[in-house]
């Protein structure tokens, strides 16, 4: 948004954001521009009604079972009869001369001193009011039976009605329909019940970057990603999506896009466009679609601030945040609710727990802030790690297991205190291995074996000292590391301290990467590329952020020199390698999988240790030994040296040779 120092740019932003509301202000006039939510509803046959909305209550319109039945195999009798029935006194009974089985009517009454033949199953004659087991009888000839044994009244029968009465109210209106609704609905004979009409939400994403998943990715381009996410969230609150691609940000596309997508769905949700920029269209675009139109554009949530909400002659239409995790956010947040009552659904039962925030999380004052959170089975119970990488990132959603709120009060959630985490699934399920630290892809190779039987795996990637942090804290059951301690010349084992032990993981050769066919770096070494590229004015560098293990080895391989690129400090390998392949830099240094990965052609540095700190205390839980196991098996080992890496296994491994200077 444009700067509050200038007239101008306060004009521009009032344009863009009327009014900044609350959350609750934001819903109340969504609502009340919405009105009383009328639920359409549709017969369907039983066999089409799996996943369907119950519209109405339905009442049983018959007993279950619909008569008195038997239980068992045997014989239909009066239990009065049978009072002083023992092994020792058996009473014998005359055998009517009829055979009751499944789907028979009685003919005969079952009369003082006689009994009826009777199948599971089968429905009591007159008379009868109570069933004897075959096993407890004997017989005497073709007419008579001996019993061993009393009954009492009631034995082996089951009532008519009893399962479900006629006129009980077997299922409510809001159930969503699964196998065992559909059963009820058999039992009691129904074959058409009256379901809430899906509400059809059409979806569309806005951007000129966006691709579509399976399109071969393009330069400057992003994968549309909300608008799969859009979809999916909108069929597990009950709507069908419709999704209709992305459109340009051109004004007359994007208007005949969404006039099309409005005269033929129920609800309209945009994602992007609804910050700031000359793309942002959507909401002039609104104002002509029809009354009352926009009705909140800006909330005070974080993320999410950017949400604009409207209401066209009775059809809500929605634009979310262009980045996933905010549009995901406000979606789940403040649409859900609107598009289960649309789809005749209960609002979503949220359950909440608490637990202790381990790390400091800043926040900030007037907006109430929304942090996603990895729950962790700490040593004093639940642990909520923040899984946020900055609003851009999709990530923090799929690893979250909740969310914690900070009030617009509040500009942080200080370390130690406790919190409510609200759940995004009903129920949390507590990860059997927690690995928290830095992360390297060699990490994927090592649990898979783990993930593949069946195991729960969470790895946070919190970088190297963020790892033993929470190892020291007991969050974790291993931290992988990898810092390098200039004093010993040696990696990650003077680290550990007390409560901590060493597990060796792999090493990871870290060299100049550079484009193929450059002539500057091709076929020397390190000391000849780093003389050349520090002789060319025009040979620009990418240097990694403070603290990373390799900015202390680009900072010794530098010495004094400050090349031009090194304030480009990016946080990842990844992100090194993308640099230099798209020619925003010529030379970075990064790991030899991920040169390898990236198609750069790589000139060895030195070799950079990635072990693991093991938290003595919990090295027998049944994870961390399947992990160990798994670590040091031959198929991990061969997964690893595949990807480019050097499985280590020896401590006297851990001593780096001297760089080249
Ligand atoms: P906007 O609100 O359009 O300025 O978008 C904000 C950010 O979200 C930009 O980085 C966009 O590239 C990104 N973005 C917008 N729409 C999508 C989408 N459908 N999928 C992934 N990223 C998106
Ligand atoms: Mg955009």
Redesign the pocket.
């Known amino acids: 948004m444009t700067g509050p120092s200038s007239s101008g740019g306060k004009a521009a932003e009032q344009d863009q954001f009327l009014t900044v509301l609350s959350r609750e202000e934001a819903m109340a006039r969504f609502e009340a521009a919405l009105g009383p939510i009328a639920i359409s509803v549709e017969e369907r046959p039983l066999a089409e009604a799996l996943g369907a909305v119950l519209a109405r209550d339905v009442g049983a319109p018959v007993d279950v079972p619909p008569f008195d039945r038997s239980n068992v195999d045997g014989f239909a009798v009066r239990s009065s009869d049978l009072v002083a029935a023992g092994a020792a006194t058996p009473v014998r009974l005359a055998l009517n001369g009829e055979t009751i089985a499944c789907g028979t009517v009685p003919r005969i009454a079952v009369e003082i001193g006689t009994s009826t033949t009777i199948a599971t199953g089968g429905p009591m004659p007159r008379g009868a009011d109570a069933v004897v087991m075959v096993e407890h009888t004997h017989a005497l000839g073709d007419d008579a039976i001996e019993v061993q044994r009393s009954a009492s009244p009631g034995q082996f029968v089951s009532y008519a009605g009893s399962d479900i009465a006629r006129g009980e109210v077997v299922l409510r209106a809001g159930t969503p329909i699964g196998s065992r609704e559909i059963g009820m609905l058999a039992a009691c004979g129904i074959a058409q019940v009256c379901v809430a009409r899906k509400p059809r939400v059409a979806i569309l994403?806005?951007?000129n970057?966006?691709m579509q998943p399976g399109e071969p990715p393009r330069p400057a381009g992003?994968?549309?990603?909300?608008?799969a996410i859009v979809s999916a969230a909108v069929a597990e609150n009950g709507g069908v999506g419709q999704f209709l691609g992305?459109v340009p940000d051109d004004e007359a596309t994007l208007e005949d896009a969404m006039r099309q997508a409005l005269s033929d769905c129920d609800m309209l949700i945009l994602?992007?466009?609804?910050?700031?920029?000359a793309?942002d269209l959507t909401h002039r675009i609104m104002a002509r679609l029809g009354k009352p139109g926009i009705v909140v554009h800006g909330v005070a949530l974080k993320p999410g601030k950017?949400l604009c909400l409207a209401v066209c002659d009775g059809k809500p239409i929605v634009v979310l945040?262009?980045?996933?995790t905010s549009a995901m956010f406000t979606f789940h947040d403040m649409i859900v609710p609107v598009l289960r009552r649309m789809a005749g659904l209960p609002p979503r039962a949220e359950a909440e727990v608490e637990a202790t925030i381990p790390v400091r999380i800043a926040s900030e004052l007037g907006r109430v802030e929304f942090v996603m959170v990895s729950l962790i089975e700490g040593q004093e119970g639940l642990a909520a790690y923040p899984t946020g990488k900055g609003s851009?990132a999709i990530t923090s959603f799929s690893q979250a297991d909740g969310f914690v709120r900070i009030e617009a009060l509040a500009d942080h959630q200080p370390q130690g205190s406790i919190a409510k985490v609200t759940l995004l699934a009903p129920h949390v399920r507590i990860p059997d291995l927690v690995i928290i630290g830095s992360h390297c892809t060699g990490l994927d190779l090592a649990v898979s074996p783990l993930v593949r039987e069946g195991r729960s795996i969470r790895t946070l990637a919190v970088g190297s000292l963020g790892g033993l942090a929470a190892a020291r804290r007991g969050e974790c059951d291993l931290a992988p590391i990898h810092l390098f301690d200039s004093a010993t010349n040696s990696y990650n084992v003077p680290f550990l301290g007390e409560g901590l032990e060493f597990v060796p993981g792999w090493r990871r050769m870290q060299g100049i990467v550079f484009r193929q066919g450059d002539k500057r770096f091709e076929g020397r070494d390190a000391q000849a590329a780093l003389r050349v590229a520090l002789a060319d004015p025009n040979c620009l560098m990418v240097n990694r952020n403070q603290g990373a293990g390799t900015r202390v080895l680009i900072d010794r391989l530098l010495g004094k020199a400050r090349p031009d690129g090194y304030w480009n400090q990016p946080r990842s390998h990844n992100a090194v390698a993308a640099a230099v392949v798209q020619e925003r830099a010529d030379w970075g240094v990064t790991i030899a999988p991920v040169a390898q990965a990236s198609g750069l052609d790589f000139i060895p540095l030195t070799e950079e240790h990635y072990d693991f700190a093991l938290v003595t205390a919990r090295k027998d839980r049944p994870a961390v030994r399947a992990f160990l196991g798994a670590l040091k098996s031959a198929p991990c080992r061969e997964a690893l040296t595949n990807a480019g890496f050097e499985p280590s296994e020896r401590l006297e491994d851990r001593v780096i040779p001297d760089l080249p200077r």
């Open positions: 994403s806005t951007g970057e966006l992003i994968y549309d990603t909300n608008g992305a994602s992007g466009g609804t910050s700031k920029g793309g950017p945040p262009g980045f996933p851009g």
